[in-house]
Structure formats: C-alpha cells, structure tokens
C-alpha cells in the first residue's frame, strides 16, 4: 500500500511538473529578444537616413536591444517601403518613411505594389522639416511678392528646379506654382544635390529645399531664401513663413515616421510607440535634430493614421490639379 501511494505520487509530481513546463513555455517572450532591422527606402546620408540613425540609437537604449538601419533605395521609395509590408508582423522590421509615403499613392495609383492604409502599422510621426524658398542670388526679387510679380510679368520665362519625383520638395515647387498662379517652366531633377548646383550656377531661377541642403549657401549669400512651409526657423529667423508671405497654402513640409507591417500586436506596437514617443520628447534627441533643421514630434498611432489619412487627400488634390505623371 505504502508502495502503491509512493508511486501514485511520483506520477502526480512529474505531471504537475510536465504542466508547469508547458504552461511557461507558452508564455511570450519579451520583446525584443534579438536585433531590430530598421529599413530605409532611400540611400545612406539622406534626411530620412540622418532622422533614422538618430532616433533608433536612442530607441536601441529604451528598448535594451540594438536597432540597426538597412537602407533599400531606388524606385521612388517603393523598394524599401514594399520590403516593409512584406517581412513579417513580428516587430523585428520596421521602417522610417518619409512623405513620399504619403505622395505615392496619388502619383502611381494602380502601379503602387502595396496598400499604403492596409499593409502597414503607423507607429509613430517622428519629426518634419521646414522647405526653404531659395533662388538664385542673381535674380532681381528679394521676398516672395517680387518674385510671384516677376513670374507674372514674363510668363514661361522663369526656371523652377523640381528635384525628386513625389518628394515633398517637388510636391512644395508645384503646390507653390498653382497657389501664386504663376507660368514658370519646371526642370526636374533627380535629387535636391544637381539642383542645388545648378541654381547656384544660374541655370535655373529658384526651388524649394530642405534646410541643412541649402543653410551654408543662403549664409554665404550664394542663395537667397524667400520664405520657409512651416514658419520661422531658428537657423534663419530672418526669414519670414510662406504664410507672411501670403500664401498659407504652401505648406509643403518632408516628414519622417516609424512604420510596421500590418497586423502587428498590440503589445509590441506598444512597446514601440512608446520607445519612440519618449525619445523624442527628450532634450538630447530634439537638440541633435533641431541642429540638423528637423522639429521633434514624437506622436501616438493613432495620430499618425491621421496624419497620413490627411496626407493622401493633400497630395492627391496637389497631384490632379498639376497633373503630375511617374517620369
């Protein structure tokens, strides 16, 4: 008898034992447990680059887990950011984009290969930059009146650098062509560099770009800036916004966010969203990206799904009205 209950007590014990060890193999792990790839859809030492490798070095700290930066560009930013709505929901890819995101689906429609509202998880709005009204230090206009006057008195005579199909820097260049209604001949480029170049050279008369692109230049009084999409910058307080200028609707502004694919879980775009929100609220990181032009924002998801929903219909009203076509 004594041996029949010794036995009936082992068993007892060794399956108490093997459901204790199944129950605790089916807890989730904590994230992260492994590296974080952060990919970004254009080349290294871009804006989005900067903005990326600046902020997931601070989120690396909150998360206690490395983040590391995988840049996929080409495509008008469709590469990277279709590699993002494919990798799985996991929270070891994510990606940095910027307004192209929202831009794209105006410009390609059909031909975009993924569902910008459907294939992603908004994580977080993480920052924008201002676009600086800059011509060309040759040409007779020193503030936005004179040079709107100057278009409208020799129509099709003036050159706009247009640099990066469905950038915000082309979107600002057309927003401000249909606000001044103004008949200026558009020159695309293919980056913000050759047209900078080229408007110093004086082949071209004036473009939009982004601050750190054109700061030493417009300082030197190689460049004159006009006006500035999203108010005074403190890098140039002398400059006034397009809106003293009188034309509040160019508001043309590059914008970075953190993106996941869709169906992430909750607990990890938690985790996430809350690593990029309180890093973005610290002294340091606003320090390091207001001294490369950039305002820390740091919002919630919900509020970048507004955001981006709001985005789309601009740039699609900008887009049809200029009849902008992928080159």
Not at 45 to 51: K, M
Not at 135 to 158: D, I
Not at 177 to 197: F, H, L, M, T
Request: hydrophobic share 40%.
């Amino acid at each position: 008898m004594q041996c029949i209950n010794r036995r009936s007590l082992l068993i007892g014990l060794t399956s108490a034992a093997t459901t204790s060890l199944s129950g605790a193999r089916a807890q989730p792990q904590p994230y992260p447990q492994r590296p974080v790839r952060v990919i970004v859809p254009y080349a290294a030492g871009g804006a989005s680059d900067i903005v990326a490798r600046l902020v997931v070095a601070a989120m690396a700290e909150k998360l206690g887990q490395s983040l590391f930066v995988d840049n996929r560009g080409g495509g008008a930013s469709m590469i990277g950011t279709q590699a993002i709505a494919t990798a799985a929901p996991d929270g070891y890819t994510i990606g940095v984009v910027d307004s192209a995101f929202s831009i794209n689906p105006s410009l390609f429609g059909a031909k975009l290969p993924y569902d910008t509202k459907k294939d992603f998880t908004p994580v977080s709005l993480l920052a924008r930059t201002s676009l600086l009204l800059v011509v060309s230090e040759s040409l007779p206009v020193s503030n936005v009146k004179e040079l709107v006057a100057l278009a409208k008195s020799k129509p099709g005579a003036l050159s706009m650098a247009t640099a990066g199909l469905g950038t915000a820097v082309h979107l600002g260049c057309e927003q401000f062509r249909q606000e001044a209604g103004i008949d200026v001949v558009s020159v695309p480029y293919r980056g913000g560099g050759p047209s900078i170049i080229d408007l110093l050279g004086g082949k071209v008369d004036f473009t939009f770009s982004t601050i750190p692109a054109v700061l030493e230049h417009v300082r030197g009084n190689n460049l004159k800036a006009l006006g500035s999409t999203t108010g005074r910058i403190a890098q140039l307080p002398d400059v006034p916004s397009m809106v003293e200028a009188g034309l509040p609707k160019v508001d043309a502004a590059p914008d970075f966010g953190i993106v996941a694919p869709a169906n992430l879980s909750p607990a990890i775009l938690s985790q996430l969203g809350t690593a990029a929100q309180g890093v973005l609220k610290s002294d340091d990181l606003r320090r390091r990206l207001d001294e490369i032009g950039c305002e820390s924002i740091g919002s919630t998801p919900g509020e970048y799904i507004a955001h981006i929903d709001a985005s789309i219909e601009k740039w699609r009203h900008i887009v049809t009205a200029g009849n902008i076509k992928p080159e």
